[in-house]
């Protein structure tokens, strides 16, 4: 291919007038060529042929003219007549004759020095032999005389003649080839320029017309063959696009003009969507700080409650507050990190959980709602399934709560099921998770099953005012499977219900008692931290009154401060041992504190913990240069001990 491209190259770099001619001659050439050596061929053919017809009439001659003397044994004569039958024919080397019984009577030698084997040249078939180097041939026959066989006469004839005069005919025939060859170039030569000015003269108008841009010139032509058509329909096109310059000319000033004005309209819209965007940034932010700081006492007071109350009835209330808190941060960190779910750089944690601990938590949240419409909940599960399993836990409870609230939603009446299968996986230790949600409700059409998981898109005509919903839940559902190596797919009949299956492939298994009795045992164990001093730096009351009750059955010494600036005074004058930190205080905020206590030669080295209310992903990016570690509030008390011990 590379050497084909090459000659191609090459090929169209050569001047169109050498091409021309190049072709000419190479036509002429293979013509020339094949009808000289064909001449040749056809030429040495006939003289073979007159040589054969030659030494065939002599033998068949000198044999009727020696039947009587080889039947007479008469061999002087028969000598005499080979002898005055040969003297003419100079080609014929040598003459063989033999008696009836094939023994040599007579034979005669044109060359005295050349000695020829008359026995092995023997042949009592009439026909035609040559020799091995092809420079003889030979050719025998019957002496016949009073239609009996009396006799056999072999002939040798030498081939030189035919070759001599074969070569002088192949001279004569190269002479006319390049003679014929050198007449053809002079006349291609005379023949291309008839062709090729014409062609120049066109070649040069059109560069002249591209080098200086004037569409008003013309090509002149005289002759009325395809030549003067192309001329003429050249002229025509620098017309109409001489035309056409002049509509652009004018369109092009016009559009100048609208450039520039659609320039100014952009520049402002640029700074609009700008000036929205850092809206849009700022309001994620204020509603994350605002939301999450409440959501941080709810839980954490709900969860020092449960630790706390005693009576049944009141912990079973605990853990419905806890429940639906913790679903409710889930939903909160969806729909305000919208930068994750953009960037895709939602992550995946696993973890060790009990599955069916999961789908009864998921009934547990539901089962008011599923209560109040009089509708059936079932729990089903694969016998095979696990008690533990690695996933994560939070995506998990997420997928089920979306699935299972839309099931709720979109049945009146009927039931709700809720199942895992276990399937074959790639290895031993690995299963293939299917989770499934399926209900007897409005079911959806065949023609927007795919539709449904795009983004804020909903069945079509589908009451909002009863159903609500932004359309996000199972774009997320489909997100968070594929992050966790897997696909959701549905199965749906208008007005009979609809099944959806989350298929998660590849997931690890735990069947040994000892690491299922190790977790229960973690599960069950409390943090213990050693002695130190911490210093608690926030401006709400309430969330310093949470983080002390998270640390009292701790060996901790707890100092309080209300701002950055006092923060920095504390920390120089108690060296504590950790410090959580608030970000957004009045004063002197969080950032501004820790970068003076970094900067401290006395205090640079004390751990930082920032305990921030924003969810957002640049916050998060910056928290991990600027401190020692961060938690996101809610703060769990199991997540700030885990925190704390890394640095006591």
Do not use: W
């Not at 006469?153 to 070759?163: A, P, T």
């Not at 069945?459 to 359309?471: E, F, I, L, R, V």
């Amino acid at each position: 291919m590379k050497i084909d491209r090459k000659i191609k190259d090459i090929f169209d770099k050569i001047p169109f007038r050498n091409k021309i001619i190049g072709m000419q001659l190479l036509t002429i050439f293979i013509a020339l060529f094949f009808s000289t050596a064909g001449s040749v061929y056809i030429y040495k053919k006939i003289a073979e042929e007159e040589l054969r017809n030659q030494i065939k009439s002599t033998a068949h001659t000198i044999a009727e003219n020696t039947g009587a003397a080889v039947l007479f044994f008469d061999k002087s004569s028969a000598e005499k007549t080979l002898q005055t039958s040969l003297d003419e024919h100079k080609n014929i080397l040598s003459a063989c004759l033999y008696n009836h019984t094939r023994e040599l009577f007579v034979f005669y030698n044109l060359r005295e020095n050349q000695n020829e084997n008359c026995n092995e040249r023997f042949n009592s078939k009439e026909k035609f032999v040559s020799s091995k180097d092809m420079k003889k041939i030979s050719f025998s026959t019957q002496v016949i005389y009073a239609n009996e066989i009396v006799g056999y006469l072999s002939l040798v004839s030498d081939r030189q003649e035919i070759k001599e005069s074969t070569l002088k005919f192949f001279e004569i025939a190269i002479y006319v080839f390049f003679f014929v060859m050198i007449f053809s170039l002079y006349l291609s030569f005379k023949a291309q320029k008839v062709i090729m000015n014409p062609v120049g003269q066109l070649t040069k108008s059109v560069q002249k017309v591209l080098n200086q841009k004037d569409y008003s010139l013309t090509i002149e032509h005289s002759a009325k063959d395809e030549l003067g058509i192309l001329a003429k329909e050249f002229n025509e096109m620098l017309y109409e696009i001489q035309k056409r310059e002049n509509i652009l000319k004018k369109s092009r000033d016009q559009l100048e003009k609208k450039v520039i004005q659609r320039t100014a309209d952009l520049q402002k819209a640029t700074e609009k969507a700008i000036q929205a965007s850092k809206a849009k940034s700022q309001f994620l932010a204020k509603m994350s700080h605002e939301i999450r700081t409440p959501m941080n006492a709810i839980l954490g007071f709900a969860e020092i409650l449960s630790e706390e109350l005693k009576k049944n009835k009141n912990i079973k209330y605990i853990s419905y507050i806890l429940s639906s808190a913790n679903t409710l941060l889930n939903i909160i960190d969806d729909i305000l990190d919208l930068s994750k779910v953009e960037a895709g750089k939602i992550e995946v944690k696993e973890n060790f959980v009990n599955l069916k601990k999961i789908f009864e938590d998921v009934a547990r949240l539901f089962s008011g709602k599923i209560n109040q419409k009089k509708l059936k909940l079932i729990i089903t599960h694969d016998i095979k399934l696990p008690n533990i399993v690695l996933l994560d836990e939070i995506r998990i409870r997420q997928i089920l709560i979306n699935l299972t609230s839309n099931a709720i939603k979109f049945t009146d009446k009927g039931s709700i099921e809720l199942s895992t299968k276990i399937e074959k996986g790639n290895e031993n230790f690995q299963k293939n998770l299917i989770l499934t949600v399926k209900d007897s409700g409005i079911g959806i059409p065949k023609d927007q099953q795919k539709k449904i998981f795009e983004e804020f898109t909903q069945k079509d005509n589908q009451d909002h005012a009863q159903y609500g919903g932004t359309g996000l839940g199972l774009a997320i559902i489909k997100q968070l499977a594929m992050l966790m190596n897997g696909y959701v797919t549905v199965k749906s009949q208008e007005g009979k219900g609809s099944e959806f299956s989350v298929c998660l492939r590849d997931v690890f298994i735990v069947r040994d008692k000892t690491i299922n009795k190790k977790l229960k045992r973690q599960k069950n164990d409390k943090i213990k931290i050693k002695e130190g001093k911490i210093l608690i730096v926030d401006d709400v009351d309430g969330n310093r009154t949470l983080l002390k009750a998270y640390l009292k059955d701790q060996k901790l010494s707890i100092i309080e401060a209300e701002n950055g600036r006092e923060a920095v005074e504390k920390t120089k004058k108690e060296i504590p041992d950790i410090i959580l930190m608030d970000l957004k205080m009045p004063v002197m905020n969080g950032d501004e504190a820790i970068e003076l206590i970094k900067k401290d030669q006395k205090t640079k080295n004390i751990p930082i913990l920032v305990l921030t209310a924003s969810g957002m992903k640049s916050d998060e990016e910056r928290l991990k240069l600027n401190c020692d570690g961060y938690l996101t509030k809610p703060i769990r008390k199991k997540d700030l001990l885990s925190e704390i011990i890394k640095y006591l």
